[in-house]
């Protein structure tokens, strides 16, 4: 039983762990994404800035404006948050005190009115925020769709320009002229965009020939039946004097309609990444060019500078043979003079030795001589002293003799 607690302990605490570490993993790459996402969000801002804040675009008028306009709708922004902040702090203060006031609760009237009075404060606060966030949010959701509105008008408009929408306008005003403009449009316009434009003239334009009431009243409660066929009985209550078949014709068109315009949507949508692969071939190959001088340039910039390096190591090898040259020259000229002081001191040396020697042949000689002056001396002496002593001894043997 002890086993088995422990496996089952052993297990839960792995079951712990990976679930750990899948929750770090998880928090690791959230962090790594919002990274990555700041990054981005850094670059498109610096772009932004780069093409429309440009002193030297051509379009410098006008980006003003939207300098200007961006610069308020920031203040505007700041502004908006420091009062939210504001009212959200008031808001955070007056719970707090009444946080505070419940910690400590008296039983007496006074205090249970106190409370009261304090909670309807927090309570209208809120709910004065609320209101005004409520009607600033449908506000911003009316401009939104206005502004929604307004980007489709102008995208159509630029679909109609890009793709040739005056000749588009010529097939619809002049009927007359149908086959040199089909031939028109067959030269300028994708197959998918002539067909959905001709569907059009045929069918009486971008409602069915139907006026726009019907035609709104139509879609909408087309799109609240999401396109089931139970929705023709509820239209025929808001079509006065369309009859079922009538709805049911429209519905007919209008899938075709549907069908026609998203091959028209997608044909535009391959033509404009046509364009667009073009224009990144021509930019490719600009670039390309662009990369090409820069090389031949860059090449350029370094066989010159190549040549300026050798120029310049040409002369500091010139700088240092005649720096190695003086060099040598001096140390030629010190070797000189060091052999020449040597020289010196030895014939000084040599003469000393000389005079050296002459002073002990000198003093052996004078040595020599007084050694045998001494000696004749000593020989005379002994000579006087023999005489002496042959003197005496003839004297004692007169003596003697006289005795």
Same mark, same amino acid.
């Given at each position: ?118 909670? +309807? ?8 925020? $609320? !209101?005004? %966030? #409520? =009607?600033?949010? @449908?506000?911003? &959701? *009316? /401009? ?117 315009? +998203? ?8 033509? $404009? !990444?046509? %364009? #667009? =692969?073009?224009? @990144?071939?021509? &930019? *490719? /190959? ?118």
């Amino acid at each position: 039983q002890n086993d088995s607690y422990s496996s089952t302990a052993g297990a839960g605490r792995q079951f712990q762990n990976r679930k750990m570490k899948a929750e770090q993993a998880k928090k690791v790459e959230f962090i790594r994404t919002a990274e990555k996402l700041k990054t981005q969000l850094a670059n498109i801002e610096k772009d932004k800035n780069g093409h429309l804040y440009n002193r030297k675009s051509d379009f410098r008028v006008e980006y003003s404006i939207l300098e200007e306009l961006e610069h308020s709708m920031t203040v505007s922004r700041k502004t908006e948050k420091a009062k939210i902040l504001q009212q959200l702090s008031k808001i955070q203060n007056n719970v707090k005190r009444l946080q505070q006031q419940l910690k400590d609760v008296k039983p007496t009237p006074e205090f249970v009115d106190k409370i009261k009075e304090m909670m +309807e404060e927090v309570e209208n606060a809120i709910n004065a925020f $609320k !209101e005004e %966030q #409520r =009607q600033i949010y @449908e506000q911003l &959701l *009316k /401009e939104e769709k206005t502004v929604i509105n307004e980007l489709s008008v102008f995208e159509r408009k630029v679909e109609q320009w890009a793709l040739g929408s005056s000749t588009t306008e010529q097939v619809l005003k002049l009927s007359s002229a149908r086959v040199s403009v089909d031939k028109t449009l067959g030269s300028h316009l994708p197959a998918e965009v002539v067909e959905f434009e001709r569907f059009l003239q045929r069918t009486g334009g971008r409602q069915g020939g139907w006026d726009d009431y019907d035609h709104q009243n139509f879609l909408k409660v087309r799109t609240k039946h999401k396109g089931r066929l139970s929705y023709v009985d509820e239209a025929l209550e808001y079509l006065c004097g369309r009859t079922k078949e009538d709805i049911e014709q429209h519905d007919k068109w209008y899938q075709e309609f549907l069908i026609l315009h +998203e091959r028209k949507k997608e044909s535009i949508k391959k033509w $404009k !990444e046509k %364009q #667009r =692969q073009k224009k @990144e071939g021509n &930019l *490719k /190959e600009k670039a390309e060019k662009m990369l090409k001088e820069a090389w031949l340039q860059r090449e350029e910039a370094q066989k010159q500078k190549a040549a300026e390096e050798r120029k310049r190591q040409q002369a500091a090898i010139e700088a240092w043979k005649k720096q190695k040259a003086i060099a040598f020259a001096m140390e030629q000229a010190s070797k000189r003079k060091l052999e020449e002081e040597k020289e010196k001191k030895q014939q000084k040396e040599r003469q000393r030795q000389c005079h050296m020697k002459l002073l002990l042949e000198r003093y052996t000689l004078q040595k020599k001589e007084k050694e045998e002056l001494e000696k004749l001396e000593k020989e005379k002496r002994e000579e006087a002293e023999k005489e002496e002593r042959k003197r005496i001894a003839a004297e004692e043997i007169t003596k003697f003799q006289e005795r």
